[in-house]
């Protein structure tokens, strides 16, 4: 009696004590993956163990690493949040066309941008719940109002941010720049978070809907919840990169919709819902940040950049779909 | 005085109506047992009290104070706590996490209290003297009647003043039921009010100081638990007399084996298990849950890896999918055990759910022929007594007895002579279990094979010919004839000595 | 015809938008309804059509295509680059490009069905992984012109009717037909309502979900090479727009982004749709993005549409009323 594809059975042996260490730790493989591109990159290259080097490849990544972090929360909840592309788009160029040059005017805009976000997420979350509508089309035609949106206020790459706004990515304190302040902020909201009721709440729901409705949660609360919060931190990763690029941009942000899923998935976030850690989306997106770095050093012609990146993913998927269908089998 | 009074109860929705004028009486300190078929509005009943649903009309009152929860968190705070059928398990989160969700104890900057909620639940478990469990475990691991006692828990963890538990022993084991109807009464004797929904007479007579049937709605009567008998109870919960829930039970057993299994194995849930089923028996399987029931019935079926032989009618079979097993008049059916999650495509109608597994027969070429289908799908409705308006009716919109027939359809469709059937009659009402068991004993006249597996040890003691027990994935005890017995089953189920 | 007016309401619906869009358009920009523009907005709509084809057996197969553009953008490339604008090359070339559409789709397909990664995933890798492996090949550089015989069959005409125009047509019907009167059309609702009930019951599972995406591999390097045709040369990038609005047109069709409903018929309305106001917004002195902003909008009303969406939307306001009343 073989088996159907969609009922293998655990393996036994190492793969076993394999599969219950990734069922604790899903961001295993992304870190064994990052730890074999370092070890590549550390022999055909100097400086790459350096603070330096850490802080550059942040400074690189840190843009992806938002968008993930608001798209973790978002599959946590057993979602997907296409829109970040158009808040991504849409922040860049309304901080490229109305940024003074002054620290208020700088200031204030931000702060609108992120409320922005916040709002544009949890009216995405707000149709999702009362319209009954599903995630990937509500954040589809989202994506496309907003991405329109930009594209009719700068129609091409184009306005501009004060000078000293683009020095965040190489301004430094204790040693390390500012996105990797960033970074270890983010790591401190998701240990947080992930202990406050609301984020208990939402991965609860994304875990088993069905049980977080009968046990009494408000779905539209948590919607709005989880969606505003990606928009806020897709918000964030705009006014970022409007640091690294200095313009607005108002098609930009397609190019990390899909990367930010991707980040989250190599990181061991089930796209089911209701598992997974932003550790390893950071590290995730990480990945896909040096994977560059590691085609440059290996000699060999960019182009291979993205097919590195897709076999990575691959890999990276693989593995934890195997793990969970095993975890899956064991608690039947 | 009544802790919980109600009066003239009305419920409709559209054009159905679900409670009529119900009404209910119940005190502080007693085991209250509600009764009545399914579609009787006990759940309706249930949800109201719960603040799921608004009435239309009627009354409540708790401690004569008048009761009219807007939502359920507003029933919990009058202490009203209600473990449903459904469980509302969270398979993500810990034990404890399920116990306390969204009444975690916090800690500084609304940080959830890791010791304190560790503290609480032990606390908990240790006063009502719970099967063990261990606090840190992912719900995901645990089987259906380990999460049935955490929704148990989760409900006690918001201290009731009112304790509804609706089918609660459904999916629980002998010895977790004994614990349950144990903490009903010590409930009780704590001054709290436990109502108590069950199918199974044997545990209302174990626990109920009272009770109420509910039929068509309405509220029929209304009994002290030592003044009525069964008879009388079932008589008013169906509003006819039952000629008798099991049917008779007549052997048709013939020497021809059907389906022969030699050695199977699967995973760690499933050892070295061999029988045989022969032509025009109904074979029980019993046992307590989780030791291996459903992997055999799974690898018998195809759905997970097994080792060992099996042989359909003599002839080795090597059974890899459902699609393997489902060969026509010489394969195996299931019947399984998640009606909605495997057993039927809600959104479809009834005709697209019966002929679903028998595509082929109805398509020439690849090409469906309607006509084969219409009268496939008549002659099984028919066959079956399925209430439905027309064969375009959506499933979803059915009753649970109802749909538990369109999938006996789908499988009897298919002509497969050996028929899997697990846990058949959960959730289903008492008029569609009786036809149910006359179905099974039907087709065991007519020569078909059948497994059937439950968890109600009157049912297997009286419709099944002989009774496999399960214990630790292996078979423990097989019982024929006057050997089978509640007692004998229990027994063999739970000790080693067993013959 | 009740019943079938509301069993097929959505369809129904996205017919009668078109049609209102239409006359609005009409309306706006009377040129809009003469010969050659109706010609040309067939042309377009079909190329749409052509990829949604696949996309619509994927979806309501309960998957998705992430990788149409670039098994599109590929097709396109290797089909110029093989034939190097020369006509009898195509002989072999054509079926080798759709075989190798569909050999891409049977692994998209076996990925999902076979490892289970998730559909978002595994195509999303095909697609990134394509675009790697072809801009390596081509170096950057976009390969020579096409064919004349593609030419013709993007943007030639049979009398008054457009090549293209024809084969969307026999599609159409090959679509509508395998939808709804075949076994296999029955298996894939099964499979997209629930893969394991279909599983349960003896449906192939495996099977029909590969062949889903294997037909939209197919469709979508016959889209590539018919578009190479019409713009007359392969350039990078040229799949992108497609895969928005296969997606779009879908669900503006009717079908469930999460599978076990809709119909290709609907998704011909979808393309349509888009089709249409793409040419309207322009006649209206719009820009590209009010026309993104009107696509999404489009999107939003057109899957409200569905009852689903009222019955959420009648329960808060029931919700309201009764808390009011208390």
Not at chain 1, 170 to 199: H, M, N
């Amino acid at each position: 009696m073989a088996s159907t594809p969609a009922a293998r059975d655990g393996v036994s042996g190492f793969g076993a004590m394999w599969v219950r260490w990734l069922d604790r730790a899903p961001f295993l493989v992304a870190l064994l993956i990052l730890l074999v591109i370092v070890a590549i990159r550390s022999r055909l290259e100097s400086g790459v163990l350096t603070l330096d080097e850490l802080n550059v490849d942040t400074a690189s990544g840190l843009t992806l690493m938002l968008a993930a972090t608001g798209q973790t929360i978002v599959l946590l909840r057993g979602g997907i949040d296409l829109s970040i592309g158009g808040i991504i788009s849409l922040g860049t160029v309304l901080a490229a066309t109305h940024f003074g040059s002054d620290p208020v005017s700088v200031g204030a805009w931000s702060l609108a941008i992120l409320a922005f976000g916040f709002g544009a997420g949890a009216l995405n979350g707000l149709l999702i719940s009362v319209l009954r509508l599903q995630p990937f089309l509500v954040t589809l035609a989202a994506w496309s109002i907003f991405t329109g949106i930009a594209t009719m206020i700068l129609p091409t790459d184009g306005g501009s941010v004060p000078e000293w706004w683009t020095r965040f990515g190489y301004a430094t304190l204790l040693g390390l720049s500012g996105p990797v302040w960033v970074l270890l902020g983010l790591i401190l909201f998701w240990y947080w978070f992930r202990a406050t009721r609301l984020g208990i709440v939402i991965q609860a729901t994304g875990s088993n809907e069905r049980s977080a409705i009968l046990s009494g949660v408000s779905l539209i609360r948590v919607n709005i919840a989880t969606y505003g919060l990606s928009g806020l931190f897709a918000a964030a990763a705009a006014l970022y990169l409007t640091t690294q690029t200095g313009t607005g941009s108002p098609l930009i942000g397609r190019d990390y919709i899909l990367p930010s899923v991707a980040a989250a998935v190599v990181g061991g976030i089930s796209l089911f819902g209701g598992r997974g850690n932003l550790v390893g989306t950071l590290i995730g997106a990480f990945i896909l940040t040096i994977i560059g770095d590691l085609v440059f050093a290996l000699h060999v012609s960019s182009y291979w950049q993205p097919v590195l990146s897709g076999l990575i993913l691959l890999v990276a998927v693989l593995v934890s779909s195997l793990t969970e269908k095993s975890a899956r089998r064991q608690s039947q | 005085m009544e802790l919980l009074e109600v009066s003239g109860l009305s419920k409709r929705f559209g054009g159905v109506v679900a409670l009529s004028e119900a009404s209910f009486s119940a005190r502080a300190g007693e085991v209250h047992a509600l009764l009545g078929e399914n579609g009787a509005g006990k759940s309706t009943f249930i949800q109201i009290l719960a603040g799921a649903l608004h009435p239309d009309e009627g009354r409540i009152a708790l401690s004569g104070a008048e009761y009219r929860p807007t939502n359920p968190d507003a029933a919990r705070d009058r202490g009203i706590v209600t473990v449903f059928q459904e469980l509302s398990s969270i398979p993500d989160l810990t034990v404890e996490g399920n116990i306390w969700f969204r009444r975690e104890p916090r800690t500084l900057l609304g940080m959830r209290d890791k010791r304190e909620i560790r503290r609480r639940t032990e606390a908990l478990f240790q006063r009502y003297a719970f099967p063990t469990l261990n606090p840190g475990q992912e719900l995901r691991r645990l089987g259906l009647a380990e999460r049935q006692v955490v929704e148990i828990a989760k409900g006690l963890a918001q201290d009731p003043r009112i304790f509804i538990l609706d089918e609660a022993t459904s999916a629980l084991a002998a010895r977790e039921t004994e614990w349950l109807l144990d903490l009903t009464r010590r409930l009780a004797a704590e001054g709290r009010l436990v109502v108590f929904i069950s199918h199974r007479m044997g545990e209302v007579r174990a626990v109920a100081d009272r009770l109420t049937i509910f039929r068509g709605g309405r509220t029929v009567a209304a009994h002290n638990a030592s003044e009525v008998s069964d008879d009388e109870i079932v008589t008013q919960m169906i509003g006819r007399r039952l000629e008798r829930l099991y049917p008779e039970r007549l052997p048709y057993a013939t020497e021809r084996v059907a389906l022969e299994v030699r050695g199977l194995s699967s995973g760690a849930r499933l050892s070295d298990v061999s029988f045989q089923l022969r032509e025009g028996e109904v074979l029980g399987v019993g046992g307590l849950q989780g030791h291996g029931q459903r992997e055999l019935f799974q690898a018998l079926f195809g759905v997970s890896r097994a080792e060992g032989e099996s042989l359909l009618w003599g002839k080795p079979a090597s059974i890899a999918s459902p699609r393997d097993a489902l060969i026509g008049r010489d394969g195996i059916a299931l019947v399984p055990e998640d009606r909605r999650g495997q057993g039927l495509l809600l959104g479809k109608s009834v005709r697209e759910n019966l002929t679903l597994s028998v595509i082929r027969r109805i398509s020439s070429r690849g090409v469906l022929r309607r006509e084969s289908e219409a009268a496939l799908v008549k002659e099984m409705i028919d066959f079956l007594r399925i209430k439905v308006s027309s064969p375009e009716q959506q499933t979803d919109t059915l009753s649970g007895g109802n749909q538990q027939k369109v999938i006996f359809g789908k499988m009897l469709l298919t002509e497969a002579r050996i028929l899997l059937l697990y846990d058949p009659t959960r959730g289903v009402d008492v008029g569609t279990k009786s036809e149910i068991f006359q179905l099974m004993r039907d087709l065991a006249a007519k020569g078909y094979a059948i497994l059937f597996y439950s968890s109600d040890l009157p049912e297997l003691v009286n419709v099944a010919d002989r009774v496999m027990v399960m214990r630790q994935g292996r078979i423990a005890a097989t019982l024929a004839g006057d050997q089978i017995s509640e007692d004998a089953i229990l027994r063999a189920a739970l000790f080693e000595e067993a013959a | 015809m009740n019943a079938f007016l509301a069993r097929n309401r959505l369809v129904v619906l996205a017919y009668v938008g078109m049609f209102v869009l239409l006359a609005v358009t009409a309306f706006f920009s009377p040129g809009f309804l003469s010969e050659s523009n109706l010609r040309s907005s067939i042309v377009l709509a079909a190329f749409v059509g052509i990829v949604a084809f696949g996309q619509t057996f994927v979806i309501v197969g309960g998957g998705i295509d992430l990788s149409v553009p670039w098994v599109l953008n590929s097709a396109a490339i290797l089909m110029a680059a093989f034939t190097g604008g020369h006509d009898l090359p195509l002989l072999w070339v054509a079926p080798l490009l759709l075989v190798a559409g569909g050999l891409i789709g049977f692994i998209n397909g076996f990925g999902v069905a076979v490892f289970g990664v998730p559909a978002i995933i595994m195509t999303l890798a095909a697609n990134v992984v394509l675009q790697g492996l072809i801009v390596i090949y081509t170096g950057g550089v976009p390969p020579p012109t096409a064919p004349g015989l593609i030419r013709y069959l993007s943007v030639g005409h049979v009398g008054p009717i457009p090549v293209i125009g024809v084969i969307w047509a026999v599609l159409a019907i090959a679509a509508s037909l395998l939808m709804s009167k075949t076994a296999f059309g029955r298996y894939l609702y099964a499979v997209g309502s629930s893969t394991t009930v279909a599983e349960f019951s003896g449906v192939p599972t495996a099977r029909t979900t590969i062949s889903t995406y294997v037909l939209s591999g197919v469709t979508a390097a016959l889209a590539g090479i018919l578009l190479t045709g019409y713009s007359g040369q392969a350039y990078l990038g040229m799949g992108d727009p497609y895969l928005f609005t296969s997606i779009a047109a879908v669900a503006i069709g009717g079908a469930s982004i999460l599978g076990g409903t809709g119909h290709y018929i609907g998704t011909i309305a979808g393309a349509l749709v888009l089709t249409i106001l793409a040419g309207l917004l322009p006649a209206l002195g719009l820009s590209t993005g009010a026309l993104m902003v009107v696509y999404g909008g489009v999107i939003l009303v057109t899957v409200s549409l569905s009852s689903d969406a009222f019955v959420g939307v009648w329960r808060l306001v029931s919700q309201w009323r009764a808390a009011a009343q208390r």
